[in-house]
């Protein structure tokens, strides 16, 4: 059974740092790219930063670019997100998520195939 499970939410004030964490049992893990998302109250989920199988490419949403930071340890299994400078709007339930790469990078939800359940991120100003 595929299980994603993240951890290292928090509460952190305006101009802090926290790490997230996801432990993955999709395999193979490097069959998959990972993908970090998030969601506010009353928002729909969205993009935060996906990265390669290799760990050599990643992308980010422009409210995460020079912020945040993701990457993977094969080895682990594992892929994290540090995040720095945060902001009260970057209070959201954050998501791990795992796409397999048979189809093309993306940042779109719907495409990815397995789900973590979330971990509360709130960002006091």
């Known amino acids: 059974q595929v299980q994603l499970v993240e951890s290292g939410g928090g509460l952190a004030q305006a101009g802090g740092s926290l790490r997230l964490s996801c432990a993955a049992s999709?395999?193979?893990?490097?069959?998959?790219?990972m993908g970090w998302f998030r969601q506010a109250p009353g928002k729909e989920r969205e993009f935060v930063a996906v990265?390669?199988?290799?760990?050599?490419?990643?992308y980010y949403a422009e409210s995460a670019k020079g912020r945040f930071t993701i990457s993977r340890d094969n080895a682990k299994t594992t892929v994290d997100l540090q995040m720095n400078s945060l902001k009260p709007e970057d209070t959201a339930i954050y998501y791990c998520?795992?796409?397999?790469?048979?189809?093309?990078?993306?940042?779109?939800?719907?495409?990815?195939?397995?789900w973590g359940q979330g971990t509360q991120v709130t960002v006091s100003s």
């Open positions: 999709v395999r193979p893990f490097r069959s998959y790219r």
């Open positions: 998520a795992a796409d397999h790469i048979s189809g093309g990078i993306s940042n779109e939800p719907d495409r990815f195939d397995f």
């Open positions: 990265i390669s199988s290799s760990g050599r490419d990643t």
